[in-house]
DNA sequence: GAAAAATTTTAATCTGGATTAAAATAATGC
DNA sequence: GCATTATTTTAATCCAGATTAAAATTTTTC
């Protein structure tokens, strides 16, 4: 209910719950994680959660929000090193697959948002869509300067999302796997947009 | 606990149900879904659905027995039809997006596992388990036939099926969205296939 | 090292939703 | 139409898991 001097700490262990959070959503669904299940991967009681967090809502609501901002960022280095559209998105995957299979773990999935409550769906959503929209603008800029073949550019966009949204289904966190998915996946993903 | 002569009535409406279960676990997951709303679905009581099943794990757990059904014809369809590895893989993918989007919509996601009891999830995962191998199979075809440029198939076929379950997330039943997705995915999916 | 602030736990409550049993209604066979 | 069987509802019960309040413990400050 306080915090003052130690903002670090505090932030600290924070930061640790909502990645256990977002570990335990991925594995067994919202519902299906209680908070019992999150509080014992950190070590701590159930109740303690409450002392960083509201209510179980604001959990995946904040794992949200932090993965938005991780897919934000994420593509935002893309767009700033990419040679053209489709080096950028190349770099998109590889960047965003790093994070995905790196040793903090997947940083959340969209599979709860029915369980958000209204206004937090609805910003939730847009900054989906918001994502969505920008990672079509640079498949639109490579079938502009002509790395990219011509292609609908929202299917194409939904069929590479989701097979990077469902990688947190199957990837348990196994590095050897998790090495080989960040070799292998720009490439298959993105060599169908070639001419 | 009875069924004699309606044989036929019972597993219509059995039938009805899990369409009904599949599609509310595929918007708000397993734990997320009552079976009031599951019931809702079908003008039934919550109650009612005990007639045709002991409890809701059982009520997924055929959700995930039908799936693995569909899934299995509409491979067996496309290896029966296809003149060759590729050629088999965009029959497959047409017809499971077909089932997928059609009117009655999608039979079952493979998200909620683990919230299977243990029997029936290790039932679940091998046929899923069975499912991928014989798709990879398909791709490996593909490869010695010359239809198919080589690639890692575990990768390759984990990112296309992964293309293919994420698409109950935001497909919500528009017949132009859905058409659309028949048409353009089985293309995007395999381009990256080709040679 | 003691007081104050921060963090966690213990021990209740409270609630939604699964499950059950008995009763009510609908369908079917004769 | 009556008796039997099939289907659904009503009305409890039951329980896991969220939430809360107060107490205990740990950390920080000076």
């Not at 109740?47 to 934000?72: F, I, P, S």
Request: charged residues 30%.
């Amino acid at each position: 209910m306080a915090r003052k001097a130690s903002e670090t700490r505090w932030e600290l262990q924070k930061d640790r719950m909502l990645r256990a959070a977002a570990r335990c959503f991925n594995e067994k669904g919202y519902s299906g994680s209680s908070l019992k299940d999150v509080a014992n991967v950190l070590g701590l009681t159930d109740a303690a959660l409450y002392y960083y967090v509201r209510n179980k809502e604001e959990l995946v609501y904040l794992c949200y929000l932090r993965a938005g901002d991780v897919g934000r960022e994420t593509l935002d280095r893309a767009i700033a090193e990419g040679k053209n559209g489709l080096d950028t998105v190349r770099r998109y995957l590889r960047y965003h697959l790093e994070v995905m299979t790196g040793e903090r773990g997947p940083i959340a999935i969209m599979s709860e948002i029915p369980s958000l409550k209204p206004e937090h769906r609805d910003e939730i959503l847009e900054i989906s869509r918001d994502h969505s929209a920008r990672f079509e603008a640079v498949l639109e800029r490579g079938i502009e300067d002509g790395s990219i073949a011509p292609c609908d550019v929202r299917m194409t966009g939904n069929a590479i999302m989701g097979s990077l949204n469902w990688v947190p289904k199957w990837f348990h966190g196994d590095t050897t796997v998790g090495e080989k998915i960040v070799a292998e996946f720009p490439g298959i993903l993105s060599a169908g947009l070639e001419h």
